[in-house]
C-alpha cells in the first residue's frame, strides 16, 4: 500500500514548456485534490475532484488543468509554464477524513 | 467558506521546554480540525485531528491539541520539545459534512535550540 505517489520529484521547465505532474492512489479514494505551497503562503487548492470523470476548480486553477479518468490517478497539467508557477505541488487523497499527502513536486520555471 | 489564522509564522523553543503553536478559524459551519507537521523537504503528515466527541485530542508523540468552540481556537501544544519536532506545523479547517474542502493557515516553522 503505496498511499499518494507524486511524480517528478523535481523539475525544472523554461517558460513557454508544458509538462503533467502525475499523482496516484493506491487507496480507491473518490476525492482527490492538487494544491499549491508558496513559502509564507500556506497551501493553496487548485482543482480537486469528487470522484472519476468529476472534476471542479479550487481557490487558484488559472493556468492549470486536470482529468480524471480512472479512480487511481489525478494528473495535473501546465500548457504554458510561467515563472509566477514556480511551485512545489502537492497532491492529497480521501474518502473519509483526513487527507492523505503525496511527497510532493518541486517545480522551477526559468 | 472558512479561514485560518496562525499569527506566529516562527517559534523558537529550547530544546525540553514547553510549547505552544496557536490557531484560530472563522466558519459559518460546523467543522473538522486538523494539524499537519511537515519535515524539512517532505510532505504534510496528519499529527492529530478533531472530528467529533472529546475536545482534547492527542498524537502519538506527546502533541495535543484542544477544540475551543466560543474562541474558535485549536491551539497546539506539547510540554517538553525535543530536536526532532523542528518543523512546520499547518492547522487546517474544513466543514463537517459533505465535499467540504481543507483550508490551510500559512503555517508555523517550529525551530528547537539545543
Known amino acids: 500500500n503505496a498511499g499518494v505517489t507524486q511524480t517528478p520529484k523535481f523539475r525544472i521547465l523554461k517558460i513557454g514548456q508544458s509538462m503533467t505532474l502525475q499523482c496516484t492512489q493506491d487507496m480507491n479514494h473518490n476525492y482527490m485534490y492538487w494544491y499549491r505551497q508558496d513559502p509564507g503562503m500556506g497551501l493553496k487548492l487548485i482543482y480537486y475532484?469528487?470522484?472519476?470523470?468529476?472534476?471542479d476548480k479550487g481557490e487558484v486553477p488559472n493556468g492549470y488543468n486536470v482529468s480524471r479518468s480512472t479512480t487511481e490517478d489525478f494528473p495535473l497539467r501546465l500548457e504554458l509554464a510561467a515563472p509566477s508557477q514556480t511551485s512545489v505541488y502537492f497532491c492529497?487523497?480521501?474518502?473519509?477524513?483526513?487527507?492523505?499527502f503525496g511527497d510532493g513536486t518541486r517545480l522551477s520555471i526559468l | 467558506a472558512q479561514s485560518v489564522t496562525q499569527l506566529d509564522s516562527q517559534v523558537p523553543v529550547f530544546e525540553e521546554a514547553p510549547v505552544e503553536l496557536r490557531c484560530n478559524y472563522s466558519?459559518?459551519?460546523?467543522?473538522?480540525l486538523f494539524w499537519y507537521v511537515q519535515y524539512p523537504n517532505q510532505g504534510l503528515q496528519l499529527l492529530l485531528k478533531y472530528l467529533s466527541g472529546s475536545t482534547l485530542v492527542e498524537s502519538i508523540n506527546g502533541f495535543e491539541a484542544e477544540f475551543n468552540k466560543s474562541q474558535t481556537s485549536f491551539h497546539l501544544r506539547k510540554p517538553s520539545v525535543h530536536i526532532s519536532d523542528t518543523a512546520e506545523y499547518f492547522c487546517?479547517?474544513?466543514?463537517?459534512?459533505?465535499?467540504?474542502?481543507?483550508?490551510f493557515g500559512t503555517g508555523t516553522r517550529l525551530t528547537i535550540i539545543p
Open positions: 492529497a487523497s480521501r474518502d473519509n477524513q483526513p487527507q492523505h
Open positions: 475532484s469528487v470522484g472519476a470523470g468529476i472534476t
Open positions: 487546517a479547517v474544513s466543514g463537517n459534512f459533505g465535499n467540504e474542502k481543507l483550508t
Open positions: 466558519s459559518s459551519v460546523s467543522v473538522y
